[in-house]
């Protein structure tokens, strides 16, 4: 039995991704699917709860201790809540909206279900993720193993535009492109020379440009499309269900399971010294691709060859990326909690 549960699951992003996981194949045995929201959940949970498949689903409001009896018991947390960025808003404004909620629901994770798996989707991640162990030290529960940045989107994104340049679509499940630095525009580094597939040879500089600049702005892609009507809520709650699947079968026992996740460095301390050196900068968090196992982080991988131009990548990643995650870890202060 796995108890997995969403906070924020009557949102965009929530809903999506709490059908996905009530449907997905990979759990075979019973889940018990628990939703939260401050509003609708109980309707979406009886949405889901039709479907034939043995999950278990329940869904709760904020009265009556709701958020706590959604969390007891829990294994896995995935935290989609929060607003959408909407056109012209930056991941700035999103932060001043979203850095509450996550540091909330934060609070009740460490108070309730401090060993469960913790994944981070609302944005800004680059600082949701240090708000989120801020919380967890100050309630004496920080396991840096078991708190997850969801950056798998940029993965994904990499992935079916690389299939696409190569003019096979059908490859896109199988590319494999590492992604790395952070979860937001020049943080968001694709490492284009190790794609599984490499791109078509003579493929000039100035479109791996494009090519790069199109997967550090995906989301802004979404959200001009959208036209005001929200930002990339469907690719992101695939994409956060397959991080999840990842980390239930790792909990699970399953060996060699490796994704691209935004970590706490101290995670696996050799790991992320290393790749502190490889960065140029001692910093507290990173992206990196990651080996997971029962107890979450058993290694963090280094970025292994890179060419020049991602080393520039990298170079410009860092600063903005320092900035983001003190952002998110002065946002808590004693008189916050």
Avoid: C, W
């Avoid at 990339?232 to 060699?256: C, D, N, Q, W």
């Avoid at 790991?271 to 507290?284: C, N, Q």
């Avoid at 029962?294 to 860092?318: F, H, Q, R």
Wanted: aromatic letters at 6%; glycine letters at 10%; a neutral charge.
């Amino acid at each position: 039995m796995v108890k997995a549960v969403v906070l924020g699951a009557a949102g965009g992003i929530g809903q999506p991704l709490s059908l996905l996981l009530k449907t997905n194949p990979l759990v075979t045995e019973p889940t018990q699917l628990s939703l939260y929201d401050i509003v609708n959940t109980p309707g979406v949970a009886a949405d889901l709860s039709h479907i034939s498949t043995p999950a278990k689903v329940t869904g709760y409001l904020p009265p009556d201790d709701g958020l706590k009896k959604a969390l007891t018991g829990a294994e896995v947390v995935i935290i989609p809540a929060g607003v959408p960025r909407k056109p012209g808003m930056t991941r700035d404004d999103l932060f001043k909206i979203n850095a509450g909620i996550v540091r909330d629901l934060a609070v009740g994770i460490a108070t309730t279900a401090p060993k469960a798996f913790v994944l981070v989707i609302s944005n800004p991640v680059n600082s949701t993720v240090p708000i989120v162990a801020e919380v967890f030290k100050k309630h004496g529960v920080f396991d840096p193993k078991r708190i997850f940045g969801v950056t798998t989107l940029d993965v994904v994104r990499a992935s079916t535009f690389v299939s696409e340049i190569l003019g096979d679509l059908s490859l896109a499940s199988k590319i494999t492109v590492p992604v790395v630095g952070g979860h937001s525009g020049v943080t968001i580094v694709p490492l284009l020379s190790q794609s599984s597939h490499p791109l078509p040879s003579g493929f000039a500089q100035e479109e791996v440009d494009k090519l790069t600049n199109r997967i550090q702005f995906g989301g802004d892609e979404v959200v001009k499309a959208k036209d005001g009507a929200g930002s990339a809520t469907l690719s992101m709650a695939y994409a956060g269900a397959e991080f999840a699947y990842k980390v239930i079968r790792a909990a699970k026992g399953e060996k060699g399971i490796v994704a691209p996740t935004f970590v706490n460095l101290t995670a696996d301390k050799e790991g992320g010294d290393a790749l502190k050196k490889e960065i140029g900068r001692d910093l507290e968090y990173f992206s990196a691709p990651v080996e997971l196992g029962p107890e979450g982080v058993v290694k963090i991988n280094s970025l292994g060859k890179i060419s020049e131009y991602e080393s520039t990548l990298i170079k410009n990643a860092v600063p903005e990326l320092a900035t983001n995650i003190e952002k998110g870890v002065s946002f808590i202060e004693p008189s916050k909690l």
